[in-house]
């Protein structure tokens, strides 16, 4: 996969990259994927606190989880596309909530079995 990850500037990326290109997609032949996920380490030095951010996006909605203080912000996007109301501690959200978590811990990858690694410096 990391081969072809940035063959649009020709640039090489690790074996290891845990990603598949989005070239097919702007170039309008590929297929849509059901999920996406994106991981993202936030050092103090970016916002003042570490923050570890993991997000799973499905075409309905979007959950992101700050993995070291539990916080966390889930949007229904097809009702909230311009992600206003947060419904992560709303009641009437929790079976949603807990399929998305799922679908972060199900993850695959050394990154979601060493949360504590960097995926990158921000």
Same mark, same amino acid.
């Given at each position: 996969?990391?081969?072809?990850?940035?063959?649009?500037k020709?640039?090489?990326?690790?074996?290891?990259?845990q990603? +598949?290109?989005?070239?097919?997609?702007?170039?309008?032949?590929?297929?849509?994927?059901? =999920?996406?996920?994106?991981?993202?380490?936030?050092?103090?030095?970016?916002?003042?606190?570490? =923050? +570890?951010?993991?997000?799973?996006?499905?075409?309905?909605?979007?959950?992101?989880?700050?993995?070291?203080?539990?916080?966390?912000?889930?949007?229904?996007?097809?009702?909230?596309?311009?992600?206003?109301d947060?419904?992560?501690?709303?009641?009437?959200?929790v079976?949603?909530?807990?399929?998305?978590?799922?679908?972060?811990k199900?993850?695959?990858?050394?990154?979601?079995?060493?949360?504590?690694?960097?995926?990158?410096?921000?």
């Amino acid at each position: 996969m990391g081969a072809t990850f940035g063959t649009r500037k020709g640039v090489e990326c690790p074996d290891d990259i845990q990603s +598949q290109s989005v070239l097919p997609l702007v170039n309008g032949a590929g297929e849509s994927r059901d =999920m996406a996920f994106s991981e993202w380490h936030l050092l103090p030095i970016r916002c003042g606190v570490d =923050m +570890q951010l993991r997000t799973v996006r499905t075409k309905t909605h979007k959950l992101t989880l700050e993995l070291g203080s539990g916080a966390g912000e889930m949007y229904n996007l097809v009702d909230d596309p311009a992600e206003m109301d947060n419904l992560f501690d709303d009641p009437g959200s929790v079976k949603v909530r807990k399929e998305l978590e799922n679908m972060i811990k199900a993850r695959p990858g050394l990154i979601r079995e060493t949360f504590n690694d960097p995926v990158g410096i921000a």
